[in-house]
């Protein structure tokens, strides 16, 4: 296995059935790309259905001054394979050390019910791999079941977007599940720090962090894992 993380964007654009937009949040792909990059790590872009992925117009707006973020944004080749992702369906897990689930509220819609995700996710913790995700991305975690049939998140720690910071954003009620009861309800032992600060949690090797502040934190404790494995 060379040393690869498999970074997964959502593919899905609209917020609930309001007709504002949503998708992937910028920093949580862009710094992760940065910590993964600088380690070493190729990364290799993938989406549930694959092709073109939607970019939160509202992260751009607010991370609109962050160096990386900017950097990130005009690397046309960076930019390039976000418009046309890998479909999970076409992923070979084996080839990967790790997998990395960026947030936005677009991965509440296309990620709990995804079956190839679940099969990738549930192939690279199996073969010793880390799983990792930030804010809304453990709504890919939500349903991944381990070949003995218990939830991956079962007995871990984690965290993500908690539901006092999806009341301080108003988004709740637009949201198809609150992300912190289910990862609860699945056995997750859920873990938060006060609204918008940055928490990273690190459970055997699923790697989880609670919000946007947290993408660099949570990248480089993959790279941590990784490196100590």
Do not use: F, R, T, Y
């Given at each position: 296995t060379a040393m690869a993380v498999l970074l997964v964007v959502t593919g899905h654009g609209e917020l609930g059935g309001t007709g504002k937009r949503t998708g992937w949040y910028l920093p949580e792909v862009a710094h992760p790309w940065h910590v993964f990059t600088q380690a070493g790590l190729s990364i290799t872009y993938a989406s549930p259905k694959g092709g073109k992925t939607p970019l939160d117009p509202s992260s751009v707006e607010a991370f609109k001054d962050d160096p990386?973020?900017?950097q990130f944004l005009e690397?046309?080749?960076v930019m390039g394979q976000l418009d046309n992702t890998t479909s999970l369906a076409d992923v070979k897990p084996s080839d990967y050390k790790a997998i990395f689930f960026a947030g936005g509220h677009g991965t509440m819609w296309d990620f709990p019910d995804d079956v190839n995700?679940?099969?990738v996710t549930a192939a690279i913790y199996e073969q010793g791999?880390?799983?990792s995700s930030v804010c809304h991305g453990p709504a890919a975690l939500v349903n991944v079941k381990l070949s003995d049939g218990s939830y991956l998140v079962n007995?871990?720690?984690v965290t993500g977007f908690t539901n006092a910071e999806e009341?301080?954003?108003k988004m709740m009620?637009?949201?198809p599940f609150a992300l912190e009861t289910r990862l609860t309800e699945r056995g997750g032992e859920f873990v938060e720090a006060p609204v918008f600060q940055e928490l990273v949690q690190?459970?055997?090797r699923l790697v989880t962090g609670q919000n946007p502040a947290s993408a660099t934190g949570t990248a480089a404790a993959v790279v941590k894992v990784i490196n100590s494995s």
């Open positions: 990386i973020c900017k690397n046309k080749d995700l679940q099969k791999g880390v799983v007995g871990k720690k009341n301080a954003v009620e637009l949201m690190v459970s055997e």
